[in-house]
């Protein structure tokens, strides 16, 4: 069955620079969801779409936006990057609000 | 703020015992409680329990919820290495927003 695709599976920037993460939901999800696990973390909530309209949102610092586009992708843009923003990103996907989330594989990113 | 406590933190068995994890959770706008498998990698939907007092099982593995005293149990009977993983509970509120606890730590030997 297919999954959640994320891109790139690994990303090393430096300080001061600007990523984006792509997230390629399960076909037919709609919903999608983005999660920060920071090491030996549990996973912290930053922001969801659901049909292409952001739906909630959490500890997401203002250099960060995301969005999710008509073909229901999404991108996460993270800005000024800083070291403490060294993280494992998920994306999730659901069919609809209030269903089960799939996670990715995840985005690994190293800001050194 | 809302909160999420597993119990225990961490669990070290043999294969063959059975485990019982902890959720208890306070949040607002509750909605559903989904369980995760984590090894290493992206977290596994193993259940989401939306009703209190029916058992939900995929295996070895069952799960309960209870509304009333914002309380769940994940079982894991007859326990593999394979089991061995980081077990997460997560509430889910409005918009599906998933919030997560710290985890329990399961290793089994064999």
């Known amino acids: 069955a297919a999954g959640v695709i994320q891109s790139p599976r690994h990303l090393i920037k430096e300080k001061r620079e600007t990523a984006t993460l792509k997230c390629y939901p399960i076909?037919?999800?709609?919903?999608v969801y983005w999660y920060q696990q920071g090491p030996g973390q549990d996973p912290q909530f930053l922001i969801s779409f659901y049909e292409k309209m952001q739906s909630d949102k959490g500890s997401i610092p203002d250099r960060f936006s995301a969005q999710q586009f008509s073909d229901y992708h999404s991108e996460l843009n993270m800005s000024s990057l800083e070291l403490g923003d060294s993280a494992l990103y998920f994306c999730?996907?659901?069919?609809?609000?209030?269903?089960?989330?799939?996670f990715g594989p995840g985005t690994r990113l190293t800001v050194t | 703020e809302d909160k999420v406590v597993q119990s225990p933190l961490s669990l070290v068995v043999h294969e063959g015992d059975t485990v019982t994890l902890n959720c208890s959770y306070e949040v607002t706008n509750f909605r559903s409680l989904l369980w995760y498998k984590q090894e290493k990698k992206a977290p596994t939907f193993l259940f989401m329990l939306t009703s209190s007092g029916i058992e939900k099982k995929s295996g070895r593995l069952s799960s309960i919820l209870d509304k009333k005293e914002l309380f769940s149990i994940l079982n894991i009977t007859a326990t593999q290495t394979g089991d061995s993983a980081i077990y997460l509970c997560a509430p889910s509120t409005s918009y599906g927003k998933l919030t997560f606890g710290q985890g329990t730590i399961l290793t089994v030997h064999p």
């Open positions: 076909p037919r999800h709609d919903t």
């Open positions: 999730a996907s659901s069919l609809m609000v209030d269903y089960e989330q799939y």
